[in-house]
């Protein structure tokens, strides 16, 4: 779960890492308002989840409350990558003498949290992590090992801080660490942590991702989830409980496991066709879970054929073929449907969906031909 | 032989009388009914699954049934301290079965696993298990589409695995063993660890990698294989899957730069490891090597 700017900011600062001063604001007013309490110099920032939100027109420097409110209305509404600005962060502008990049984060490779610094701050970090790597300074670390103020220190010292900033920094990057673990984060991010004339360090940008499986343990972070990043169709599958992808073609595509879903949208893709969406109903293929799948499918208006593709392997096919058919009838179906069912007890389904429309697939490759010539208007 | 498990393998399912847990035991042992010993379910003690004894603890079940092995069907918020459990008790190899594990609970319990440098492993999680053909199942593949032969196959994901499992047993290629290593970021056995084993199997003598887009797995795997006697052919599923989005898997997804189709391809193909464009493509590839 992605948090916004002014939620990653509220959490950090109860971890004791400094902000700049502000509010979040939906309207314009509110944004005057916010803007006078800060005497007028502030910035003014969409709060959506993708970058690149400075190039996008999405955050304004201004110089008065009247300033601010003309912004947040501009910006208020604007699209960015698809996304909908509905709130705008409202702060003090902070004038850096130099940026730097402060991250946790999960690193495959090593199984573990690999903590990151950088003299480099404000940019894209992979850039210059491609780029100038000896810019950036790294440490990893589970929770049994914990992360020691000393070690805090030295990857501050290595990233290029010093003087009185190295035991700042150091206690920030404990704070960041700490928040990484108690909050269950994927990562926990400053970009860029600003250093100001007067020595201080605070943090301009703030990035938290929190992991999904462990908001068993955060019950208070359902409220924070704001839905406006998915599509429409991947809020209503959330609510279905489907796994749901949305892609941008005219095939819907419905599997069981998720690689081969993903198989199956490659092999429609290299036929010369565009699935629709990614839709994996599980192992089990369970009749009721079939129909949901199919019901969510056709919401999608762009949908013109669809394929199911799955392999019975413990599940009998005859049951699957069974859960197909009262799904087709439930939703009464009027979209031309390619099934592939391979696994145990596969002639009696295959048998079942005979005197149906339903054109039946003998492997994946012959499925992904026929549903696409059926897309396509070929058959 | 093959690797990891075999008919030697004594293997005690924790969460056995849960109803996944009760029905992969039972399909376990028509497996080999050896290979199946015991289970595990805190409170249900003395109690029994069709005749497989039930334990309150671990230890209990190494101690009465000789349990080396453990394939776990607990629940995510429980699993990291069912797995705990295992290692504490002697177990030198566990099987977690368990989807949507928060990532921090398997940093740490991957972590416990390795501590006094010592020769545990985690298969998982979020996998289908492991199958020996003819030896031993572990997990919830379904046994009978594998036959015996000379073909090892290492998969992140379940159903694909069976996918191609089926096409190589219905043009007459056999399997030595068949492991899927999961679909999470963070896993106990790697491409790379799997590939080692097969390399000193002498029952394996190609293998089949099925990877997909997420992390660097499959590109640590290309540079390993470099160094190995045995062919090996590859497959990335997820090639046009679009960048941020996760694909079912928690592991599937191309973050920034990181993890895309195009970088592991290229890496096997920089390594000289054959990429097969369909599954059919990978029994062709496989059945010319062999």
Request: include cysteine.
């Amino acid at each position: 779960m992605k948090l916004h700017e002014y939620q990653a900011k509220e959490i950090m600062r109860r971890y004791g890492i400094p902000t700049p001063h502000g509010r979040v604001a939906e309207t314009p007013d509110e944004a005057y308002e916010i803007a006078s309490e800060l005497q007028g110099h502030a910035v003014v920032k969409a709060q959506v989840h993708v970058g690149g939100r400075g190039k996008a027109g999405g955050i304004s420097v201004v110089m008065s409350p009247e300033e601010a409110r003309d912004a947040a209305s501009r910006i208020l509404g604007m699209t960015i990558k698809g996304l909908t600005v509905k709130k705008v962060l409202v702060e003090e502008a902070v004038e850096a003498v130099k940026e730097y990049y402060l991250g946790v984060t999960v690193d495959r490779s090593r199984k573990s949290i690999a903590i990151i610094a950088s003299s480099e701050g404000g940019v894209d970090i992979e850039e210059v992590s491609a780029k100038t790597p000896e810019k950036i300074a790294k440490m990893w670390s589970t929770p049994r090992e914990g992360f020691m103020p000393w070690q805090a220190r030295n990857l501050a010292l290595a990233a290029g801080f010093d003087g009185g900033a190295i035991a700042q920094v150091g206690a920030y990057f404990s704070s960041l660490f700490r928040l990484f673990l108690q909050e269950d984060a994927e990562l926990a991010e400053i970009n860029p942590l600003m250093l100001t004339k007067d020595g201080k360090a605070v943090a301009a940008d703030a990035k938290i991702t929190l992991d999904d499986n462990a908001l068993f343990r955060h019950p208070g972070y359902e409220r924070l989830w704001e839905a406006e990043g998915d599509d429409p169709l991947e809020q209503e599958a959330r609510r279905r409980r489907l796994t749901y992808v949305k892609l941008g073609g005219d095939i819907g595509v419905i599997g069981n496991g998720a690689g081969l879903v993903m198989a199956t949208i490659d092999a429609i893709k290299a036929e010369g066709g565009e699935a629709a969406n990614f839709l994996d109903i599980g192992g089990g293929a369970r009749a009721e879970v079939v129909q949901n799948a199919l019901e969510l499918i056709l919401m999608d208006k762009a949908v013109k054929a669809i394929l199911i593709n799955v392999f019975g392997g413990i599940t009998r096919c005859d049951e699957v073929a069974q859960g197909l058919l009262k799904a087709i009838e439930s939703v009464s179906l009027d979209l031309p449907v390619v099934v592939r069912l391979v696994g145990t007890r596969e002639k009696e389904g295959r048998a079942l969906l005979s005197d149906t429309p339903v054109v039946i697939a003998d492997t994946m490759v012959d499925a992904a031909k026929r549903i696409v010539a059926i897309a396509g208007g070929g058959m | 032989m093959g690797i990891f498990v075999d008919k030697r393998t004594r293997l005690v399912v924790q969460g056995i009388t849960g109803r996944e847990g009760r029905f992969h035991a039972l399909r376990m042992r028509d497996y080999n009914p050896d290979v199946v010993v015991s289970g595990v379910t805190p409170g249900r003690g003395g109690h029994d699954v069709e005749g497989i004894p039930v334990f309150d603890s671990v230890a209990e079940a190494v101690e009465q049934t000789g349990a080396n092995t453990s394939c776990i069907f607990v629940p995510s918020r429980a699993a990291k301290d069912a797995v705990m459990e295992a290692f504490a008790s002697g177990i030198r190899l566990v099987v977690c079965i368990t989807e949507g594990i928060p990532t921090l609970d398997v940093i740490d319990m991957l972590d416990q696993a390795d501590k006094e440098g010592s020769k545990r492993r985690v298969i998982g999680p979020n996998c289908p298990g492991i199958i020996t053909c003819g030896e031993a199942s572990v997990g919830i593949m379904p046994g009978q589409i594998f036959r015996r032969g000379p073909v090892g196959v290492i998969s992140r994901s379940g159903t694909l695995t069976y996918e191609v499992v089926s096409i190589l047993s219905s043009r007459g290629i056999g399997q030595s063993t068949c492991i899927g290593i999961g679909g999470d970021p963070i896993i106990g056995t790697t491409f790379v660890d799997c590939l080692k084993a097969f390399e000193d199997d002498d029952d394996t003598g190609a293998i089949v990698l099925i990877g997909e887009i997420g992390g660097r797995d499959e590109e640590e795997a290309a540079v390993f294989i470099g160094s190995m006697t045995k062919p090996v052919v590859a497959f990335i599923s997820g090639r046009t899957a679009p960048p941020g989005k996760r694909m079912g898997h928690a592991g599937a997804i191309v973050s920034g730069s990181m993890g895309t189709a195009e970088s592991k391809v290229k890496a096997f193909r920089e390594a000289g490891v054959p990429v097969a464009d369909t599954v059919n493509g990978i029994v062709d590839i496989i059945s010319r090597l062999l």
